[in-house]
């Protein structure tokens, strides 16, 4: 605080202005309020922006595609209007993103203070307009690109300049949409009764005993899931404390086993099985750590333990072994991608294929659900060289969001890059991408640490004086 703020608290010593020591006029009283009695106020314009990032989160993890289509919304259909055909989390976002740019009256000033501290999502958006152009030029549908590509920088742009204070909403509003589904993935385990018909574009699958509950598809439930165990373990935004967060990643962890993603469940565990090996080895090598901390982490180990044998003598990880042993084609499934392109000459591999020929050997080859593999599914829809410029765009992407996220965030990256490489996942029209970057932006977000004072350490304490001879 600068010192001519408090020149005039002594006795007999000359009143002072708030903005400079000059002399204050008669009857002068100054503005500054002591931090304790400030009462932040939130103008309605930041208000609204919030709301619609509230709906953006409730909407993007409770409404997924097979639940538009049981409502009669022509979303991955055939037919339907225009506006069908984007989500509705698209909308909230591209609303509170407008009202950004315009509550100080000053658009075009306010794009030069959101792309000023973040250079490399131009190189993102001129990546994602290069793809749009390609897709006008093959006559193919451009909606596809807008809810799975520029939906979640979107998201990013708009997070980014809201304060803590608008943010909080958003992170309660992630914990208990998720949970909802988690609870609702086990009732429609055991029930039997799946809430939303599972659908590929028009066909309904049935006998599928997976749950996926309002996510919409047992793999994108899983990653998904699988991405909010990581961040519980890694500490997110308004952490509860650790006797509610280890019950949680426990109750998330055991959801896996009835969304049946067997590449989620491994990353996860595998990743869990990392951070412990890591800790233990910082015990060994003397570090610390608090005596409640090791008595609980005993405790939770001896009762996971007897969990995991309750669960196996129920039965009930009978299916998901099933899913390691008899995979139902899916190995086959990937087999055939890689066959797949041995029927496409060069010049279709660089600048794209025929959209017409792809979509025929695809079904040829009994891919007509999709190609488990993102840069593969690129390279058929897009050709090689359009691939690598959404590579180096999704590249500067997540540099652009790991630098403003905790050092955390790379476990979340480490399992969308495997989910990507095993899946459809980002190949199709769908909002899976911006359900991580939600989970990164907000849940695992880089703590701000404040400069302290003058005379002060980091820690509040004060530095010695240092003598001179």
């Not at 598809?217 to 650790?242: D, E, F, K, N, Q």
């Not at 792809?358 to 690129?378: H, K, M, R």
């Not at 899976?432 to 400069?451: D, G, V, W």
Request: hydrophobic share 55%.
């Amino acid at each position: 605080m600068p010192p001519d703020l408090f020149a005039g608290s002594g006795a007999g010593a000359p009143r002072t202005s708030y903005h400079g020591a000059y002399p204050a006029a008669p009857g002068f009283r100054s503005p500054y309020v002591p931090r304790s009695r400030r009462v932040e106020t939130m103008p309605l314009i930041d208000m609204i922006i919030a709301s619609l990032m509230v709906l953006a989160v409730i909407t993007t993890f409770a409404m997924s595609s097979a639940m538009l289509t049981e409502w009669k919304i022509h979303y991955l259909t055939t037919g339907g209007n225009f506006y069908e055909k984007i989500h509705p989390a698209t909308y909230f976002t591209f609303l509170a993103f407008c009202l950004l740019l315009v509550r100080n009256s000053d658009p075009i000033g306010e794009i030069n203070r959101i792309f000023s501290g973040a250079k490399i999502v131009l190189v993102y958006l001129f990546c994602w307009l290069c793809l749009l152009v390609q897709m006008l030029v093959l006559e193919r549908p451009f909606t596809f690109i807008i809810d799975t590509f520029l939906l979640p920088v979107l998201l990013c742009l708009v997070i980014w300049r809201l304060s803590p204070s608008q943010r909080k909403p958003l992170v309660w509003a992630i914990h208990l949409t998720i949970l909802i589904n988690v609870i609702l993935g086990y009732y429609e385990y055991f029930s039997g009764h799946r809430l939303i018909p599972l659908t590929l574009g028009d066909v309904i699958v049935l006998g599928e005993w997976r749950s996926s509950a309002l996510l919409g598809h047992p793999l994108t439930a899983s990653g998904v899931i699988g991405a909010y165990i990581l961040a519980l373990i890694l500490r997110p935004a308004l952490c509860p404390p650790v006797l509610v967060r280890l019950p949680l990643i426990a109750f998330c962890l055991a959801s896996l086993m009835v969304f049946g993603g067997r590449t989620a469940l491994v990353t996860v565990m595998l990743l869990i099985g990392f951070f412990v090996a890591m800790e233990i080895f910082r015990i060994l090598r003397g570090g610390r750590t608090s005596l409640p901390t090791a008595i609980a982490a005993i405790c939770l180990l001896f009762v996971v333990a007897a969990g995991i044998f309750a669960a196996f003598d129920l039965g009930i990880f009978d299916k998901m072994l099933l899913r390691f042993s008899s995979d139902k084609g899916s190995t086959l499934a990937r087999y055939a991608t890689f066959d797949l392109l041995s029927h496409f000459d060069w010049r279709e591999l660089v600048l794209g294929p025929n959209p017409v020929r792809a979509s025929a050997l695809q079904t040829q080859y009994g891919l007509n659900y999709g190609i488990e593999d993102f840069w593969i599914s690129c390279i058929v829809q897009f050709g090689i060289i359009h691939t690598i410029l959404l590579t180096i765009g999704l590249i500067g992407l997540f540099t652009e969001i790991l630098l403003r996220a905790s050092n955390a965030a790379w476990a979340i990256v480490v399992l969308i890059v495997i989910v990507a490489a095993s899946s459809v996942s980002f190949s199709s029209k769908g909002i899976q991408l911006a359900q991580f970057i939600f989970l990164i932006t907000l849940l695992l977000p880089r703590e701000r640490r404040l400069a302290a004072p003058a005379g002060l350490d980091p820690r509040g304490r004060r530095r010695p004086i240092p003598a001179y001879s």
